[in-house]
């Protein structure tokens, strides 16, 4: 079998519906759009969710709540996560940055308690749940937010 002798299977290719080439061809004159009407046109069409006049859903709909700007997003590492560093080491942005832990150094890290660790480390993040906090002060680390 050569390049050059590959072709697809029957019925992968379908051939273009040819519209507006008169009318032997099946699809001349109005090429399939019908008589008149806002589809019929050049560049007309309906909008995504108009409904011909009837009050749309998306208005019909009760909203609820509001979208905090201010709201501030953060990274989340658990205790169980940071079994991967050595005992004693510092551990900071870049550290987990290396580890995999955060996609870009430039994302704020809080630190929660699920999970467990039996050794100390130095922490820097920005944020840090109580229960993190007493778990690694337990095993004599240190949390300091920056």
Same mark, same amino acid.
């Given at each position: 079998?050569?390049? +050059? %002798?590959?072709?697809? !299977?029957?019925?992968?290719?379908?051939?273009?519906?040819?519209?507006?080439?008169? !009318?032997?061809?099946? /699809?001349? #004159?109005?090429?399939?759009?019908?008589?008149?009407? /806002? #589809?019929?046109?050049?560049?007309? +069409?309906?909008? !995504?969710?108009?409904?011909?006049? /009837?009050? !749309?859903?998306?208005?019909?709909?009760?909203?609820?709540? *509001?979208? +905090?700007?201010?709201?501030? %997003?953060?990274?989340?590492? +658990?205790?169980?996560?940071? %079994?991967? *560093? %050595?005992?004693?080491?510092?551990?900071?942005?870049?550290?987990?940055?290396?580890?995999?832990?955060?996609?870009?150094?430039?994302?704020?890290? #809080?630190?929660?308690? /699920?999970?467990?660790?039996?050794?100390?480390?130095?922490?820097?993040?920005?944020?840090?749940?109580?229960?993190?906090?007493? #778990?690694?002060?337990?095993?004599?680390?240190?949390?300091?937010?920056?």
């Amino acid at each position: 079998m050569k390049l +050059n %002798e590959l072709s697809p !299977p029957r019925g992968a290719r379908k051939t273009v519906k040819r519209l507006g080439r008169g !009318p032997g061809s099946g /699809q001349g #004159k109005t090429a399939g759009r019908g008589t008149k009407g /806002q #589809k019929a046109r050049s560049g007309g +069409n309906i909008r !995504p969710g108009y409904e011909g006049g /009837q009050m !749309p859903l998306q208005r019909r709909l009760p909203k609820r709540g *509001f979208t +905090n700007i201010f709201r501030k %997003e953060f990274t989340i590492v +658990n205790i169980r996560d940071l %079994e991967r *560093f %050595e005992k004693g080491s510092v551990v900071d942005k870049a550290a987990l940055t290396a580890a995999g832990l955060l996609k870009r150094n430039s994302d704020d890290v #809080k630190l929660l308690g /699920q999970g467990t660790i039996d050794y100390p480390l130095m922490l820097k993040v920005d944020r840090c749940s109580r229960p993190a906090r007493v #778990k690694l002060e337990a095993v004599g680390g240190r949390v300091e937010l920056t």
